[in-house]
């Protein structure tokens, strides 16, 4: 059974960071594409970033600069470091595998001061 498990989300004020980690389990993850989503209350799910098997990457216009995708095969792990935070980045935050063959259950990231 794949499992996916994200770490790292809440509250920040304006300006500031955060990490999030996904842990995959039940699933080699080396081949496959990985990336971050997120959701804000009233929107559809969008893409953040991904990051494919031999670590070429893709951003959302909206994050270029700020964000930055990750991954540690070794650990089954995708990381996203988020810099210089905006009200407008909070939203639930999900990980995927496989271009949304797999989900994690979402983190809560609130940027507010």
């Known amino acids: 059974q794949v499992q996916l498990v994200e770490s790292g989300g809440g509250l920040v004020q304006p300006g500031g960071s955060l990490r999030l980690s996904c842990t995959a389990s039940?699933?080699?993850?080396?081949?496959?594409?990985m990336g971050w989503y997120r959701q804000a209350p009233g929107k559809e799910r969008e893409l953040v970033a991904r990051?494919?098997?031999?670590?070429?990457?893709d951003y959302a216009e909206f994050v270029k600069g700020r964000f930055t995708i990750s991954r540690d095969n070794a650990k089954s792990t995708v990381y996203l470091q988020m810099n210089s935070l905006k009200p407008e980045d909070t939203a639930v935050y999900y990980c995927?595998?496989?271009?949304?063959?797999?989900w994690g259950q979402g983190t809560q990231v609130t940027v507010s001061a």
């Open positions: 990051i494919g098997s031999a670590g070429y990457t």
């Open positions: 995927s595998l496989g271009g949304g063959d797999y």
């Open positions: 039940g699933i080699i993850v080396r081949f496959t594409v």
